[in-house]
């Protein structure tokens, strides 16, 4: 008992913390804080998301037009106001870490997210001890969306009651830890944030069915932690309707992040109850010191992995997770975004082993282009899927960008020179032979 009381006084301890996280601040409107960004979006009006709709469209349109089976890249920040990006992010937090205490008080804190499962009994109790909602109320809740029939509600359980509390005219009240007070989950969740959902669904929906239409995938880039759990769940909805038969759109995991591992399983997990295909790009992060300073500054955790290292092992957690699921049901697809030639060869291992063929094109690899050439050249020849990102706009956004990759790639500086060194390779072997083209 005492062991299962300092779990759970650990895990609400970390609550107030990693509030602070999703809290609205002075910078929150300009992304260029540590950041050299190829293209930050500032909300102005509805109008100018629309702008930025049609730009996409037109980019899905180029797409089509420049190969078969193209991809086309966007970023929610530049289709919906930031400020409801970060509410909703935090309401979907809120209402996870409800779930965690929980699980926490039922002695299974620390446990992976798909292990975790609270005994729907417990709960009833917790919630009426609580004054939440009385042991016939949360019955209800249970029966309405045919939930706790096992005698368990996971996370994902959790989440789908989520859609239908959100929907009651009374609103769900959540405990404050801190102050002992029960707080509506849905506190800053007012008609106008209600109005932007609805337009930033409307636009997803106009440019996944666009997507469709031109036989083009759509990635949903990741951002800032701080919007992206409403970015991955934006994303999740669309592919609920839109990767039924086939991946048109894929979510965008940032392995630099130590809770990358829980959102790939968790998210693979949903579709595989509900029937649509997977679809994901791997990428290590964009936003690493941008994100440390604003922990640093506000006071929460950081969400960043450690380590170098730590996110390497990360990344092939989560590739080998994806790759898995591939070779058992063929309904998920995966690029795998990485300049790291070892990542590349772990891949390769993994599909040998797997018996994953380059012509099944449930895996394929991409990189930047005018980068790592010596990585994308051999995988197209050997029949490799492979994409060439083409990051776009004025010259002096664009190259703090290719900057920033350079930074995060570690040792990139070495490849360059190696790429260089085969290219004189290259060069000389076709003047001794006097093949020069």
Same mark, same amino acid.
């Given at each position: ?74 970023? #929610? ?94 609103? #769900? ?8 007070? #029960? ?184 990189? #930047? ?69």
């Amino acid at each position: 008992l005492s062991s299962r009381t300092s779990a759970a006084e650990k895990e609400m301890g970390g609550t107030e913390q990693r509030k602070k996280q999703y809290r609205a601040h002075q910078g929150l409107g300009d992304h260029h804080g540590g950041v050299a960004g190829a293209h930050t979006y500032f909300y102005t009006d509805e109008a100018k998301c629309d702008q930025h709709m049609e730009t996409f469209l037109r980019c899905i349109d180029a797409s089509s037009g420049s190969s078969e089976d193209g991809f086309s890249a966007i970023k #929610l920040t530049a289709l919906a106001r930031p400020q409801f990006l970060v509410r909703f992010s935090e309401v979907l937090a809120k209402w996870r870490r409800f779930f965690h205490q929980m699980a926490a008080e039922q002695g299974q804190a620390g446990r992976a997210v798909l292990d975790t499962k609270l005994e729907v009994e417990k709960l009833q109790e917790a919630l009426a001890n609580l004054n939440i909602a009385s042991k016939a109320e949360s019955q209800q809740w249970f029966m309405g969306e045919n939930l706790g029939t096992s005698g368990t509600v996971d996370l994902l359980d959790w989440n789908s009651l989520f859609d239908s509390r959100t929907k009651l005219s009374r609103p #769900l009240l959540l405990p404050n830890r801190k102050t002992g007070q #029960l707080e509506p989950l849905l506190s800053h969740f007012k008609e106008e944030e209600e109005l932007q959902m609805k337009r930033v669904l409307q636009r997803m929906d106009v440019l996944s069915k666009r997507a469709m239409e031109k036989g083009v995938r759509l990635m949903v880039d990741a951002e800032q932690s701080y919007f992206q759990p409403a970015i991955s769940r934006l994303t999740v909805e669309t592919q609920r309707r839109f990767n039924r038969s086939q991946p048109v759109i894929y979510n965008t995991y940032q392995c630099y992040l130590k809770e990358a591992y829980n959102n790939v399983t968790g998210d693979m997990e949903l579709s595989r109850r509900e029937g649509w295909h997977f679809g994901t790009k791997l990428v290590r992060g964009a936003y690493m010191e941008q994100e440390r300073e604003r922990a640093a500054q506000l006071g929460y955790e950081d969400p960043i992995n450690p380590t170098y290292e730590k996110t390497n092992e990360m990344y092939h957690r989560c590739l080998d997770y994806v790759l898995e699921e591939i070779k058992r049901s063929r309904k998920a697809s995966v690029m795998v975004a990485s300049h790291n030639e070892d990542t590349v060869k772990f891949t390769l291992h993994r599909m040998m082993e797997l018996g994953i063929h380059p012509s099944d094109r449930k895996v394929c690899f991409g990189q #930047l282009l005018g980068m790592c050439d010596q990585i994308t050249f051999p995988l197209g020849q050997a029949g490799f899927p492979v994409y060439k990102y083409v990051p776009y706009g004025p010259v002096n956004e664009v190259l703090p960008y290719l900057s920033r990759r350079a930074q995060e790639n570690r040792g990139f500086m070495q490849r360059a020179n190696r790429e260089r060194d085969l290219l004189w390779k290259e060069v000389k072997r076709r003047l001794l032979t006097g093949n020069l083209f």
